[in-house]
């Protein structure tokens, strides 16, 4: 079965740091895969996808991702932290021969942003 | 603005009653689903439903049920509530597109349930 993978379920930065959290999946055929980002009081939304057209993937409010197939990995990236970007983030993949539409979701990595 | 709306923000329920979560979307998807939510254990599936009357279990269906009558409804229903079933509750939406699909989700602002 496919699984999604978030190294460090807390994460801490200084504003203006380098923002990293990592994800890794499972798969032998790279999947569909997806950041979203859950605010406080709040459902999620969409970060950024990977759709096998670039393997380095830009998403909103600075972030991006890159896929690499050699390390099933597609950590999410931000150069300079700010203080709006504490949330919760959560990796996903298409669950690819599985049931039509299901999403696996890692467990989530929470971002605290210091002054 | 697209839409994803879930009934109620919070609901304090007692052990034993029948509880229903409503969620609506307003963009014609095909896709709807139930997730929980809980701190450590990210996303996990409940149902989910690929059309009208359609349904699919999902990875924790057990102590749930779900329905829908008409394609913007998704109700999931918790026929004999239980403490264990405290736990926030999100409901996600998106068109099927092809299978695997990289069609984003939608997801309404989530109901906290609390059974006591």
């Known amino acids: 079965a496919q699984s999604v993978t978030q190294l460090g379920s807390h994460v801490s930065v200084s504003e203006g740091a380098l923002v990293l959290l990592r994800c890794n999946y499972s798969s032998s055929v790279p999947p569909y895969l997806f950041w979203y980002v859950q605010y406080p009081n709040q459902g999620l939304q969409l970060l950024l996808k990977?759709?096998?057209?670039?393997?380095l993937v830009k998403g909103i409010n600075g972030f991006e991702a890159e896929f690499k197939k050699s390390e099933t990995s597609f950590h999410l990236t931000k150069p300079s932290a700010h203080m709006s970007d504490a949330a919760e983030y959560f990796c996903a993949a298409e669950n690819y021969g599985g049931s039509q539409g299901n999403l696996i979701f890692g467990k989530g990595t929470k971002l605290s942003v210091k002054p | 603005d697209v839409k994803v709306t879930q009934s109620s923000r919070y609901l304090v329920k007692r052990t034993g009653e029948k509880v229903f979560l409503e969620c609506v979307q307003d963009?014609?998807?095909?896709?709807m689903f139930w997730y929980r939510q809980d701190p450590g254990l990210g996303l996990r599936l409940i149902y989910f439903s690929y059309d009208v009357k359609m349904k699919e279990k999902g990875d924790i269906p057990e102590g749930y049920s779900v329905s829908r009558e008409k394609k913007e409804r998704f109700s999931l229903i918790l026929e004999s509530a239980s403490t264990n079933q405290t736990s926030m509750y999100l409901c996600?939406?998106?068109?099927?597109?092809?299978?695997?699909?990289?069609?984003?989700?939608?997801f309404g602002s989530g109901t906290q349930l609390s059974v006591l």
């Open positions: 990977y759709t096998s057209a670039a393997t």
């Open positions: 996600a939406s998106r068109h099927s597109g092809t299978t695997p699909t990289n069609e984003k989700l939608f």
């Open positions: 963009m014609d998807h095909e896709n």
